[in-house]
T-cell receptor
Framework: DAKTTQPNSMESNEEEPVHLPCNHSTISGTDYIHWYRQLPSQGPEYVIH???SNVNNRMASLAIAEDRKSSTLILHRATLRDAAVYYCILRDRGTYKYIFGTGTRLKVLA | NAGVTQTPKFQVLKTGQSMTLQCAQD?????MSWYRQDPGMGLRLIHY???????DQGEVPNGYNVSRSTTEDFPLRLLSAAPSQTSVYFC?????????????FGPGTRLTVL
């Protein structure tokens, strides 16, 4: 199973953009890149996903490197409610397995 | 829609006891899965299913059994609980149609094994 590598923690000031990196150098051509976040004492929630092209939705943007070996989740204006653990996951389209890594704990400073 | 529901919310077991964690979804999702999350750690996949009658192992399947007799339900059985199984257990579901495959997670079951 392809693995992802993320920094353990990051900090951001409120209302500033946040770029959360993820390395996935062993990604296969059929793997989708998914991002989830987990607020304290809750189950994970979906943020965004992509395959090859950059993606935008109401929560965030996903920038995928041309060689697909890395990606970046972009929160355009961090709020205190965005403080969470963010997980970058490769979904195996063949088996549908989702393998979570250890994630990045984002701290947002007021 | 209730989404993904899990029961119980909390459970304390003694070593060697057995129990079943319940998971149900009302979204007609084909894919269901179980994860465990140890304190300060990420989620690890235990078992998953792509449809009724079909299950497969994840990263950490030992000590757990699953079955999928209906689309809606995906129970997780601990045959002989051990302290190493103390964790928070999350159930999730998603459709296999399309490419989004957003997983919906339940609220979790916090299990302590003494």
């Amino acid at each position: 199973d392809a693995k992802t590598t993320q920094p353990n923690s990051m900090e951001s000031n409120e209302e500033e953009p946040v770029h959360l990196p993820c390395n996935h150098s062993t990604i296969s051509g059929t793997d989708y890149i998914h991002w989830y976040r987990q607020l304290p004492s809750q189950g994970p929630e979906y943020v965004i996903h992509g395959l090859t092209s950059n993606v935008n939705n109401r929560m965030a943007s996903l920038a995928i490197a041309e060689d697909r070996k890395s990606s970046t989740l972009i929160l355009h204006r961090a709020t205190l409610r965005d403080a969470a653990v963010y997980y970058c996951i490769l979904r195996d389209r063949g088996t549908y397995k989702y393998i979570f890594g250890t994630g990045t704990r984002l701290k947002v400073l007021a | 829609n209730a989404g993904v529901t899990q029961t119980p919310k909390f459970q304390v077991l003694k070593t060697g006891q057995s129990m079943t964690l319940q998971c149900a979804q009302d979204m007609n999702h084909e894919y269901m899965s179980w994860y465990r999350q140890d304190p300060g750690m990420g989620l690890r996949l235990i078992h998953y299913s792509v449809g009724a009658g079909i299950t497969d192992q994840g990263e950490v399947p030992n000590g757990y059994n699953v079955s999928r007799s209906t689309t809606e339900d995906f129970p997780l059985r601990l045959l002989s609980a051990a302290p190493s199984q103390t964790s928070v257990y999350f159930c999730a579901s998603t459709t296999l149609a399309g490419s989004a495959n957003e997983q919906f997670f339940g609220p979790g079951t916090r299990l302590t094994v003494l």
